[in-house]
T-cell receptor
Framework: AQTVTQSQPEMSVQEAETVTLSCTYDTSESDYYLFWYKQPPSRQMILVIRQEAYKQQNATENRFSVNFQKAAKSFSLKISDSQLGDAAMYFCAYRSPYNNNDMRFGAGTRLTVKP | KAGVTQTPRYLIKTRGQQVTLSCSPISGHRSVSWYQQTPGQGLQFLFEYFSETQRNKGNFPGRFSGRQFSNSRSEMNVSTLELGDSALYLC?????????????FGEGSRLTVL
């Protein structure tokens, strides 16, 4: 079964600085999807960024980018120019194309942004 | 476009009771998934419905059940509630089970079992 590991329960960053959240996963599949979700205190999970495993190019969404290392099964999230609104729980998630919507989530990293 | 709507947002029940939670997906989305979120276990997949059929089920006891209606709205039911069922229950919708897109989540229903 696929598992997702986030080894950083908490991280903090100074406003305007850069922070990287780590995620590793375990799978025997060659094709899959990876996501970073953000869950602010209001609780609604929203998608930050996604990566298809067959794409070699790392995904980027404005201040958010990933470092996808398929061989190492690593999928880290980099947040540049951190803003107060970035404070939230961040979840790394794995989705198999063969297992419908059974998305596997990591335990989450709580990000604090200091003004 | 309205997002995923879950009701009720908060509820308190006692052990042994049963509860029904409702989820209305984004218009046009036909797949609905349910997740349980607890501090100890994190986010765990409960089940997924598409076209009124359960397509996939997580590792939860039979006390957890669900259904989907023809308008894609979904309900989940938990019978004979236990203290450990206290959690945030999240509903997520997507275009379909085989879609490569993201899941869109609702704000959740916070269940407390006393």
């Amino acid at each position: 079964a696929q598992t997702v590991t986030q080894s950083q329960p908490e991280m903090s960053v100074q406003e305007a600085e850069t922070v990287t959240l780590s995620c590793t996963y375990d799978t025997s599949e060659s094709d899959y999807y990876l996501f970073w979700y953000k869950q602010p205190p209001s609780r609604q999970m929203i998608l930050v960024i996604r990566q298809e495993a067959y794409k070699q190019q790392n995904a980027t969404e404005n201040r958010f980018s990933v470092n996808f290392q398929k061989a190492a099964k690593s999928f880290s999230l980099k947040i540049s120019d951190s803003q107060l609104g970035d404070a939230a729980m961040y979840f790394c998630a794995y989705r198999s194309p063969y297992n419908n919507n059974d998305m596997r989530f990591g335990a989450g990293t709580r990000l604090t942004v200091k003004p | 476009k309205a997002g995923v709507t879950q009701t009720p947002r908060y509820l308190i029940k006692t052990r042994g009771q049963q509860v029904t939670l409702s989820c209305s997906p984004i218009s046009g989305h036909r797949s609905v998934s349910w997740y349980q979120q607890t501090p100890g276990q994190g986010l765990q997949f409960l089940f997924e419905y598409f076209s009124e059929t359960q397509r996939n089920k997580g590792n939860f006891p039979g006390r957890f059940s669900g259904r989907q209606f023809s308008n894609s709205r979904s309900e989940m039911n938990v019978s004979t509630l236990e203290l450990g069922d206290s959690a945030l229950y999240l509903c997520a919708s997507s275009l379909g089970p085989a879609s490569t897109g993201e899941l869109f989540f609702g704000e959740g229903s916070r269940l407390t079992v006393l």
